[in-house]
């Protein structure tokens, strides 16, 4: 084994100080964990947040720190404690590293840990050649799963998981915000057998892509009125349910205005600070149902992940914007910056 790698190292707090090292060490495996050889890792938008340095980045990060989290491998090794993974396996990553022992993860729901650490932002990640991580937040990829598309299993899981919670069989759906996730969602809201999948965004190089996905309908929120559009597409009554994957102020009140009565409106994206809506007008008096999702089920949402990416006439390819060279780093950060559709993988 190799005692030094290439990685990306955020360095510093503030906006920037992504650097690249050639000489980090590689990762010495806990007893529970595994050390996975990286064959791929796709740019988050929680990595351009820390590199914006936002608020929830000033938050939790605390430099210097590898990032990356979205990412696919082989093991190498195994901690002395390690029993369900062995040297060879195929596997994803979950980002959510539970902490097993509070009330959340003892009711099943470990996605939502009250002590959550988060793999390549609060822990050391994936944007190197090597990455540890602990053996139950590992997912076994089958033969036939390439690591590019594994590596679009976690944010391709958080889409996955608003469509579940939106229940979309049988539903006319608006989906917001086409970047990879959301033309994920449209993906799975299509298998999932939508009747009818509305998309908008406020770029047409994106909607041409959620057509590709499986969207029915497509508005460019930039030039007309998403509900005014939902309701002429829906005989007036509204969408039975919206997914809002921009996490944009103005785009998450448009989908819940865009909503039939009884519908339901499902945030997956993360908004910036506070939004205001009329709770009486927009959420009461019509009875509308609002929830939040945060990453995936564990490993409920990853099997249906599974199961979507294997559904004939699925593919992720449109949501592939470019593969780069870890060394290239900037090229892809720049390509995210000038929106350019599709998500940026970069190879170690």
Request: glycine letters at 12%; a negative charge.
């Amino acid at each position: 084994m190799q005692k030094t790698m290439r990685g990306l190292v955020k360095e510093t707090p503030g906006p920037g100080g992504l650097v690249y090292h050639t000489d980090l060490p590689v990762p010495e495996v806990g007893d529970d964990e595994v050390l996975i050889k990286v064959h791929c890792t796709a740019i988050c938008g929680t990595d351009m947040h820390i590199l914006e340095w936002d608020d929830w980045s000033q938050k939790r990060i605390h430099p210097p720190v590898v990032l990356g989290h979205e990412t696919a491998g082989d093991i190498v090794a195994v901690g002395k404690n390690v029993t369900t993974r062995h040297v060879g396996d195929r596997v994803s990553c979950e980002s959510h590293i539970p902490c097993g022992e509070c009330w959340f993860c003892k009711n099943g729901m470990p996605h939502i840990c009250k002590n959550v650490q988060l793999f390549g932002c609060t822990q050391n990640g994936a944007f190197a050649e090597y990455a540890k991580i602990r053996e139950d937040c590992t997912f076994l990829l089958g033969d036939d799963i390439s690591y590019e598309a594994a590596c679009m299993f976690e944010p391709m899981g958080a889409g996955v998981h608003g469509v579940e919670a939106a229940e979309v069989a049988g539903k006319t759906v608006l989906v917001s915000g086409c970047g990879p996730i959301g033309l994920m969602a449209i993906g799975a809201c299509k298998v999932h057998g939508a009747k009818q999948i509305i998309a908008c965004d406020m770029f047409d190089e994106k909607l041409e892509l959620a057509k590709v996905m499986g969207a029915d309908i497509i508005i460019n929120s930039g030039k007309e009125s998403v509900i005014d559009a939902v309701r002429q597409a829906t005989d007036g009554s509204g969408a039975d349910a919206a997914i809002d994957i921009t996490g944009n102020g103005k785009a998450i009140v448009d989908g819940i205005r865009a909503l039939r009565k009884a519908g339901i409106m499902v945030s997956v994206g993360l908004p910036d600070g506070e939004i205001p809506i009329n709770l009486t007008e927009d959420i009461i008096y019509r009875e509308v149902t609002y929830t939040g999702i945060s990453g995936r089920r564990m490993f409920e949402t990853w099997e249906d992940c599974m199961q979507i990416i294997q559904t004939p006439g699925f593919s992720l390819e449109p949501a592939i914007g470019g593969v780069y060279p870890l060394s290239d780093f900037e090229e892809a950060l720049n390509k995210i910056k000038s929106c350019v559709p599709g998500k940026m993988i970069l190879i170690p």
